[in-house]
């Protein structure tokens, strides 16, 4: 892999403006070739699709179509009618939420660091239906087998944005279908970051957005087995999601159009497939490793200066993010300070407050890589982290 | 938190030219409203001072450190500054609404507010004397001096000038407007004191007395005023003629030793009360060196009138 080819594709790293951008978890630069594309459409075909007979709405149709191939390739999955727009993962798992039957007293299941767009859904599921939600310690197996027993639905995170930690979900999706349960899969920090393969994992629904993994912002992708999106209910109807209706009735799509309602973002769905397109040609086995690399000389770095690493110490288990906190230090102060450095990263509870609150945890720093980052990058941070640690000696 | 206190005044001001300023401004007045009110501060504006100044420092990290984690107590510190010199600008310009003056009544010493006095804080009258020494203002004999305005005014101002002196001539519009300004009440007595440190002084003061046979005292005394920077050999006689004087009659005194005597009793005069700098104000007891601002002397003028 080639990082310095691969950096002259993002604009917003141009050598001129010396920026280290190290908050990939929250979302990552774009390149070039995702921003043509978007343009290509606005300039060119700035029409909409399946509706309108003209050759600008023809080539949108084409456009999206592609894309929507190059996301279902890029998962593998069975057919492209398993790919749904929407506008991001928060939307997707909102969308299981709501049209996924569930009734009083149905289990679902969650673990205890789920982000709060996994969370939320279902603490307004509780409130709404009156589910029963149970929660197991991320990643133990064991846990979960105690809890997966009367479970409807398992609903988990697949890559922690706390720590980069993942869950055995291959496992744990095994062991939900012989209990008889369906699995959500929160694969938004795992996707744009690992090869991720529905057919092999046999996951049954699974959620990620277009702006971690290089693509627009406001796009995002639920995958589901044909099967079972066909047994949901949409939630939402409106243009696009009927064959005809009467004043009684109404005749409802296929797969995916009714679960698309309305206008969809075009020049999103296009740029998204070809972000998938860009990531595919990197290989996400090298930047995968790249991001392992990267993460051990921060990890070596961190436990030199006596950083509490939030997680285990081995970099192979925490993919591209080093979260951490420095003595007392508030975390604010030190993402205010590497600011003014021109190093981006996040700091505080990245929308896990549960697992914080439950911790014990003011919050952390969280360092989260990519592709495009390089060891040069990482040396100029670990500086700066190792200046702020002096802060406190 | 307390670092609000200080943000607020100062992105207030920078607010005035920049929007960005105005947004940060907005942020310290929610963190100062909550400060005041005892609570919390939520903005996070002390947080991002502290942490950009901090990172400023990190060249010398001791620094850094010592600023990092004694942010509280320099907060406090710089607080307190402010608030104290909030305190002092806000007595200073109650001094200068009332009395003229941001040092207080009577006060003759620099007011940044006095743009004059600010212009040359430290010399701003003539003088052939270096040294100053007290004033005798009992000394003072006017009798026979010209005077301006209402002889029968209630309230005299007596002023020691020099023809030749530029700081005599600065003085000016502010005599003129409190003579205007209290006609009937205050009138004015200028007392000529020829500086030989200035050509044409003298010249200037025998001139002067010359015009005053004419009763044209005060009409020479301004020509030469405004004129001062064109004082020659030849410009005296072109003065007299620019008023109506006529130029024998005018000649002949100017050429005269008439007024050596008088010249002379004058000068000696303006020492014995001690004035080693021009121009120098009298009213009544009241003495000021230099040129003064309008409200310091307009001050001094109704305290006297009042009494």
């Not at chain 1, 957005?209 to 209910?233: C, D």
């Not at chain 1, 004043?247 to 969809?264: H, N, T, V």
Request: glycine share 6%; charged share 25%; hydrophobic share 40%.
């Amino acid at each position: 892999m080639n990082v310095e080819k691969i950096r002259k594709d993002f604009p917003a790293l141009d050598a001129g403006k010396q920026l280290i951008y190290f908050d990939n978890a929250c979302t990552t630069l774009r390149p070039v070739q995702v921003m043509q594309k978007m343009n290509e459409y606005y300039k060119e075909y700035p029409s909409c699709a399946g509706r309108s007979n003209h050759r600008l709405s023809m080539k949108v149709n084409e456009e999206v179509m592609k894309a929507r191939k190059n996301i279902a390739n890029f998962f593998n999955a069975k057919d492209d009618s398993e790919v749904i727009f929407t506008r991001n993962t928060t939307e997707s798992i909102n969308l299981i939420a709501n049209a996924f039957k569930l009734k009083r007293e149905d289990i679902v299941l969650g673990s205890d660091k789920e982000h709060n767009s996994n969370l939320l859904p279902w603490l307004l599921a509780e409130r709404r239906i009156g589910i029963t939600r149970k929660i197991f310690k991320f990643n133990d197996i064991e846990d979960f087998k105690n809890k997966i027993k009367g479970v409807k639905l398992v609903s988990i995170v697949h890559t922690s944005n706390v720590d980069g930690t993942s869950n055995d979900v291959k496992e744990m999706i095994k062991i939900s279908h012989e209990n008889g349960a369906v699995v959500l899969l929160d694969a938004a920090q795992s996707a744009p970051h690992k090869e991720l393969n529905v057919r092999k994992l046999d996951a049954d629904f699974l959620a990620c957005s277009g702006h971690k993994m290089l693509g627009p912002s406001g796009i995002g992708v639920l995958y589901g087995k044909k099967e079972l999106l066909e047994q949901l209910t949409p939630f939402m109807m409106g243009g696009d999601t009927v064959n005809n209706t009467t004043y009684d009735g109404f005749e409802i799509k296929a797969l995916p159009e009714r679960f698309e309602a309305g206008l969809q973002n075009y020049s999103g769905i296009i740029g998204f497939g070809e972000a998938v397109n860009y990531l595919k040609k990197v290989g996400l086995d090298n930047i995968e490793s790249h991001e392992k690399e990267l993460n051990k000389r921060i990890t070596g770095g961190l436990v030199e200066i006596n950083a509490n690493i939030i997680g285990p110490k081995d970099a192979n288990l925490r993919s591209g993010i080093a979260s951490f906190n420095i003595g007392n230090i508030n975390p604010h102060d030190i993402s205010l300070m590497l600011n003014a450095k021109n190093i981006m990263l996040r700091s505080g509870m990245y929308c896990v407050h549960s697992w914080f609150n439950a911790n014990k945890i003011n919050g952390s720093v969280r360092a989260s890589l990519y592709l495009y980052n390089t060891k040069e990058e990482v040396e100029i941070f670990m500086k700066h982290i190792k200046d702020i640690a002096k802060l406190v000696r | 938190m307390v670092i609000c206190l200080i943000a607020l005044p100062v992105f207030l001001i920078l607010g005035i030219f920049s929007v960005k300023y105005r947004l940060l401004a907005k942020e310290a007045f929610r963190c100062f409203f909550k400060t005041v009110t005892l609570k919390p501060c939520d903005t996070g504006l002390d947080q991002k001072i502290k942490s950009e100044i901090t990172a400023r420092l990190m060249w010398w990290p001791p620094l850094a450190s010592i600023f990092y984690n004694r942010f509280n107590v320099i907060s406090w510190v710089f607080a307190i500054l402010i608030i104290t010199s909030t305190f002092f600008v806000g007595q200073g310009a109650y001094n200068y609404a009332v009395y003229g003056n941001c040092n207080g009544e009577n006060s003759n010493q620099f007011c940044i507010f006095n743009v004059v006095r600010a212009e040359q804080p430290e010399k701003e009258a003539c003088s052939k004397i270096e040294n100053e020494h007290e004033l005798h203002p009992e000394k003072i004999k006017i009798d026979g001096y010209p005077v301006r305005g209402d002889p029968d005014a209630k309230l005299t101002m007596v002023e020691y000038g020099c023809f030749g002196c530029p700081y005599t001539k600065k003085a000016e519009p502010v005599v003129r407007g409190l003579l205007k300004e209290f006609a009937g009440d205050v009138n004015l007595v200028y007392y000529n004191v020829p500086l030989s440190i200035h050509k044409y002084s003298i010249e200037a003061s025998k001139a002067a007395s010359c015009a005053r046979e004419h009763n044209k005292y005060w009409e020479y005394h301004d020509i030469l005023l405004e004129n001062q920077d064109e004082l020659s050999d030849g410009s005296f006689a072109r003065f007299a003629q620019e008023i109506g004087l006529d130029e024998k009659e005018f000649s002949e005194c100017f050429n005269s030793s008439k007024y050596d005597n008088y010249i002379n009793e004058s000068y000696n005069g303006a020492l014995a009360v001690g004035i080693y700098g021009t121009p120098t104000f009298f009213i009544n007891n009241v003495s000021l060196v230099g040129p003064q601002d309008y409200r310091t002397l307009k001050k001094m003028i109704k305290d006297e009138l009042e009494k």
